[in-house]
């Protein structure tokens, strides 16, 4: 695989993130879905190749792509490794307003009866799965505690 190389950023801080780049069965739906999403939290279209593709925020980005080398044909969150994703997705009514749609772009609200208090009483979160199992946990970031305890 040959990415195209990352402009580098002024400074970024010690441990933040570099990139995360997600395994996927379907890169087409996962284009959809992760577009859709990372677009609406304001990432921005970065690389593009056959296999896959990625989106920018800063001076991070989230990469989907197949390989050759995926052992398994899809991901579960209960198993080691990766439980979910959380992100800083604004106000508790941008919080409601990407659950509400995200449904028609192939995402589904986990944990429905406890909604939007999922992790806990005083954390304002949505939490989605997308087609491939991936979790995602959307965190209202004013007005409400924004640390994951989930």
């Known amino acids: 695989m040959t990415v195209p190389d990352v402009p580098s950023e002024a400074s970024p801080a010690v441990g933040s993130l570099h990139h995360l780049e997600l395994w996927v069965p ?3 739906r996962a284009r959809r879905e992760w577009g859709w999403l990372l677009g609406r939290l304001g990432y921005q279209q970065f690389q593009h190749w056959p ?3 990625s989106w920018r925020l ?7 792509e197949t390989s050759p080398a995926m052992t398994g044909t899809g991901h ?7 439980n979910h994703l959380a992100l800083h997705a604004g106000s ?3 919080v409601d307003a990407l659950a509400a749609r995200a449904p028609a772009h192939g995402w589904t609200l986990l944990f429905p009866d406890r909604h939007p208090y999922a992790g806990r009483p005083d954390h ?7 087609s491939d199992g991936f979790e995602v946990e959307l965190v209202a970031t004013h007005g409400s505690a924004a640390t994951s305890t989930h």
């Open 124 to 130: 304002y979160a949505a939490y989605l799965a997308s």
């Open 26 to 28: 379907d890169l087409d």
């Open 51 to 53: 296999e896959g593709c």
């Open 58 to 64: 800063g001076a991070a980005y989230v990469v989907v």
């Open 76 to 82: 579960d969150r209960l198993r080691p490794g990766m």
């Open 92 to 94: 508790r009514a941008d």
